[in-house]
């Protein structure tokens, strides 16, 4: 059981540049999310998606793009990257009953990008 | 605007006393409020959920209790450990849009 796998874990790319940060969950749950975390600022919630074919934006959506065709994946594309998305990037999913059942959100390790 | 605040960014604490850590909100009405645990690296770790209709709810050591009127919520570590020094992040639920605190920082010395 994998969990949430983020790839790739770190990335490095230039002012421009666009990438997609990949993101896969083998737990069936239908809610999935992007957060990045800045130092001192916690985590922001970027876009997230309760079902295939279904997503909405969160706190700081701009420069972001997701698309959610599978129940599965949810991948993050930075179409025009810029210094001040540099950041680690979170994954998260939750089966939508787990809240009601007292359970929270599972997280991926992570993705550290860096716009130069 | 809506406001998630974690007092202390940064607790330090005795081996075996009891770490209190604040999470106070405004201008939320959230249904769930969670407790995740973060360790330096790593992606949060859930620890605890509490309902809105709920006060307090238990998890062996752990304690979190949950005040819609003062809008506040605390979490308790009993006895601590050196191996609960970690980041810990509150977070409120509403409506599937999750937002966190900022988080406090706990180093438990032996």
């Known amino acids: 059981n994998a969990g949430v796998t983020q790839t790739p874990k770190f990335q490095v790319l230039k002012t421009g540049q666009s990438m997609t940060l990949q993101c896969a969950q083998d737990?069936?749950?239908?809610?999935m999310s992007w957060y990045r975390q800045d130092p001192g600022m916690g985590l922001r919630l970027i876009h997230y998606?309760?079902?295939?074919?279904?997503?909405d934006q969160g706190e700081v959506p701009n420069g972001y793009n997701v698309s959610r065709s599978t129940t599965e994946d949810f991948p993050l594309r930075l179409l025009s990257a810029a210094p001040s998305q540099t950041s680690v990037y979170f994954c998260?999913?939750?089966?939508?009953?787990?809240?009601?059942?007292?359970?929270?959100?599972?997280f991926g390790s992570g993705t550290r990008l860096t716009v130069v | 605007s809506q406001k998630i605040e974690q007092n202390s960014e940064a607790l330090n604490i005795q081996e075996g006393k009891t770490a209190t850590l604040t999470c106070n909100y405004t201008?939320?009405?959230?249904?769930?409020l969670q407790w995740y645990r973060q360790d330096p690296g790593r992606g949060p770790v859930f620890l605890l959920l509490?309902?809105?209709?709920?006060k307090e709810k238990r998890k062996e050591r752990l304690k979190v209790t949950f005040d819609t009127t003062l809008k506040q919520s605390l979490f308790h570590i009993t006895a601590s450990q050196p191996a609960d020094s970690a980041t810990y992040l509150c977070?409120?639920?509403?409506?599937?849009?999750?937002?966190f605190g900022a988080g406090t920082r706990l180093t438990v010395k032996p």
């Open positions: 998260a999913s939750s089966y939508s009953g787990n809240r009601d059942s007292g359970y929270g959100y599972t």
């Open positions: 737990m069936n749950h239908e809610y």
């Open positions: 998606s309760v079902g295939a074919g279904i997503t």
């Open positions: 201008n939320y009405s959230p249904a769930y």
């Open positions: 509490i309902r809105e209709n709920e």
């Open positions: 977070a409120l639920d509403a409506n599937n849009d999750m937002r």
